[in-house]
């Protein structure tokens, strides 16, 4: 979508920071990181999130499942643990509405989150 932040990370159109890209998925750093290790790991497809996904494009969440894997032993935060954080909607603090993964490590996080 042109007017989709995400996607036109995905279009080059906007500068990121990429760590990651492949064929379904790519992966940048937050601008804004709440730890040491924070990427927002995004499919390449436009889905605004969490209640946009479907039979047909669940596919998707495996896809940024494998990347986060990745994303894991690369950084090594694997064994020292991190999270995986998907906000949806107003309560759950969403502000760009293209689905991201946001993978979180290098520090230990806190629980239960704000
Ligand atoms: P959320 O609040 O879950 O929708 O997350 C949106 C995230 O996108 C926030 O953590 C922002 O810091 C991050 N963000 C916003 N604009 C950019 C950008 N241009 N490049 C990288 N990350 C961004
Ligand atoms: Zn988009």
Redesign the pocket.
């Known amino acids: 979508l042109d007017n989709c932040?995400f996607c036109n990370?995905v279009a080059r159109k906007?500068?990121?920071k990429i760590v990651y890209e492949d064929e379904n998925t790519i992966a940048?750093?937050?601008?804004?990181?709440?730890a040491p290790t924070?990427f927002?790991v995004i499919p390449k497809k436009h889905i605004s999130g969490l209640n946009d996904l479907n039979d047909e494009n669940l596919i998707n969440m495996m896809h940024l499942s494998k990347t986060a894997n990745q994303l894991t032993k690369q950084e090594e935060i694997a064994e020292s643990g991190y999270r995986w954080?998907?906000?949806s909607g107003k309560d759950?603090?969403?502000?760009?509405?293209h689905l991201?993964l946001?993978l979180l490590g290098g520090r230990n996080l806190n629980w239960p989150p704000g």
């Open positions: 932040l990370i906007i500068p990121a940048f750093n937050d601008i804004n990181p709440q924070h927002l954080v998907i906000n759950g603090g969403q502000t760009v509405f991201h946001h």
